[in-house]
């Protein structure tokens, strides 16, 4: 899927429904043109914007941007390669691959630990390149970004430490049925360990995540702590409304026993003693906003409700991604399947442009990030012990660094992060 395009999988109905299909000719091209007996134009009107994107692409020099992928040149079966498989790994043009020999054959060092010439270039581009993903996905500070493995190292880490911390035995942690099982198994781990109870939310009949299913969910226990959900999908290409997500977690409405009348403060001296339950409910609800019912009872809206976790591998490379619009607590990418905005016209007709970051992202295998709320990760228990993490070492306990060097334990994959500025280095941006 493609920037703001609706997803094919919104608006066309199952195969089990017998749509039929058309091809025709739309601005010269072919394309394909589904109608159902039943829904009709209602199928047919989404698609015209996916077939006007198409007809109103740029013109590609298809030899040339072929030319950028050294893997494209070659034949298989007697053809040229031709390779769609992007949501796995996407290929890598030639500038990172050269940009993986420059580092080892001229800037080859450790970062963060040493004086000397080659160290301090290599922890100014590694650094560099963090700064480069705040601004990609609009994150508040540097410091909310940490460099992993991968996603699925990115969710093992919240699993590993936040969740470690804070997911009690009957908690609920609120998946749905589109996650990657990079986004299912650490929590089917955790909540194995923990006692806690996962609760998946279904797909609308037009196959798109269900947030009246997720309404139900969050009403229904007031111990749902986590919520996870792809933004996009890696199967169906649908789309998850995450903002809305985010906002219905983080505002979890809880139904109180808890008459208006008995709630009320009365500063007289002269007042009847307030009921043991009450002041359970007033400490446990002191920051909360309150509102009155018509039927006597307190809405509460818990501020500080469920933490939501995005797996953003499928959109942070095809569509603009702010976090802080999203407010999402987490969210996860992978590294190895993103492309620069200019190569995403080879397969999604034209180019993603994203706001306020001219960041080509291209990234090798071996890389991803994590980012996370600054007050979330300071509260969070280091994922590995070793050095870069630390701030002080005795034979008896240790201190820890700040965020994010507290997460990053070790030699980090440091080659790896340099290629994600190799197209802009390359085309001479100076960044």
């Known amino acids: ?71 494209l040149r070659q034949e298989v079966n007697g053809a040229p390669l031709v390779y769609l498989d ?41 650094e560099r390149t963090r700064d480069l993903i705040r601004a990609f996905i609009h994150a508040e ?7 992993t493995r991968g996603a699925s190292e990115a969710i093992n880490l919240v699993a590993a430490t ?31 360990k923990k006692g806690a109870v996962l609760k998946f939310v279904g797909l609308t009949d037009d196959e798109q995540y269900n947030v009246e299913e997720l309404k139900s969910l969050l009403e229904e226990s007031e111990k749902v702590k986590l919520v996870g959900l792809a933004h996009v999908s890696n199967t169906l290409g649908s789309e998850a409304p995450v903002k809305e997500v985010t906002r ?62 995005v797996d953003a591998c499928q959109s942070v490379p095809h569509m603009p991604v702010d976090v802080q619009e999203l407010d999402c607590d987490f969210l996860v990418a992978s590294g190895h399947k993103m492309l620069g905005k200019h190569h995403r016209v080879l397969l999604y007709a034209r180019p993603a442009l994203h706001r306020g970051c001219s960041l080509d992202p291209v990234g090798p295998t071996g890389l991803g990030f994590l980012y996370a709320k600054l007050s979330i990760l300071e509260e969070m228990p280091p994922y590995q012990g070793g050095g870069e993490m630390i701030d002080e070492v005795f034979l008896d306990h240790s201190t820890f660094a700040p965020p994010p060097a507290r997460f990053e334990a070790g030699t980090p994959a440091i080659a790896e992060v340099r290629c994600v500025r190799a197209r802009r280095d390359a085309e001479g941006s100076g960044c």
């Not at 020999?101 to 581009?125: F, P, W």
């Not at 609120?174 to 955790?190: D, G, K, M, T, Y």
């Open 162 to 192: 936040w969740g470690e911390a804070n997911i009690k035995e009957g908690d609920v942690i609120i998946l749905s049925l589109l996650e990657h099982h990079s986004n299912l198994v650490p929590w089917q781990l955790l909540a194995k």
């Open 1 to 71: 899927m493609a920037g703001g395009l609706p997803p094919l999988s919104s608006t066309v109905a199952p195969a089990s429904r017998w749509p039929v299909a058309l091809l025709g000719l739309l601005g010269g091209k072919a394309v394909l043109m589904i109608w159902h007996w039943r829904r009709g134009a209602l199928a047919l009107l989404p698609l015209a914007f996916h077939c006007a994107a198409l007809s109103l692409a740029p013109k590609l020099d298809l030899p040339s941007l072929r030319g950028d992928f050294p893997i």
């Open 248 to 309: 219905l977690a983080h505002e979890v409405a809880l139904r109180k026993s808890v008459k208006t009348q008995t709630t009320k403060k009365n500063n007289s001296n002269n007042n009847k003693k307030k009921t043991h339950t009450t002041n359970q409910n007033r400490r446990r609800t002191r920051k909360a906003k309150w509102l009155r019912t018509s039927d006597g009872f307190l809405l509460q809206l818990c501020k500080a409700g469920a933490k939501v976790l």
């Open 141 to 147: 500070a540097r410091e909310e970004i940490i460099y």
């Open 86 to 126: 992007s949501a796995a790994t996407s290929q890598k043009p030639a500038a990172v691959l050269e940009a993986l020999e420059k580092y080892y054959k001229l800037d080859n060092a450790n970062v963060h630990r040493g004086a000397h010439t080659l160290s301090q270039r290599a922890t100014e581009a590694y």
